[in-house]
Nanobody, 122 residues
Framework: QVQLVESGGGLVQAGGSLTLSCATSGRTFNSYTMGWFRQAPGKEREFVAV????????TYAASVKGRFTISRDNAKNTVYLQMNSLKPEDTAVYYCAADRRYSTLSDQYTDWGQGTQVTVSS
């Protein structure tokens, strides 16, 4: 099991940027796929981005492609989500998740963080 702690959320104006971090425990971080998901009020949790264990494979949701960048530092056991050109519709609680399989499906992930709020004002 992997312990996950997100940070970096906050309030930002439309067009601004934020970087989320997700720090993990464990000594086998590079064997885990790391994903970012988000959930807006009244909506289901949705996929944002995923990165494979080595960092070489990444997949993005169409809604964030070109604006968000997922990356990981295996030496620091941390995954990041750089978010640029933020829009009000990006407002949500953002969660990081870990699993040994590469997937964009939230129900495939076994370990989750507590979430961090991102609010984008217009």
């Amino acid at each position: 099991q992997v312990q996950l702690v997100e940070s970096g959320g906050g309030l930002v104006q439309a067009g601004g940027s934020l970087t989320l971090s997700c720090a993990t425990s464990g000594r086998t971080f590079n064997s885990y796929t790391m994903g970012w998901f988000r959930q807006a009020p009244g909506k289901e949790r949705e996929f944002v981005a995923v990165v494979g264990g080595s960092g070489g494979t990444r997949t993005y949701a169409a809604s964030v492609k070109g604006r968000f960048t997922i990356s990981r530092d295996n030496a620091k056991n941390t995954v990041y989500l750089q978010m640029n050109s933020l829009k009000p519709e990006d407002t949500a609680v953002y969660y990081c998740a870990a699993d040994r399989r590469y997937s964009t499906l939230s129900d495939q992930y076994t370990d989750w963080g507590q979430g961090t709020q991102v609010t984008v004002s217009s």
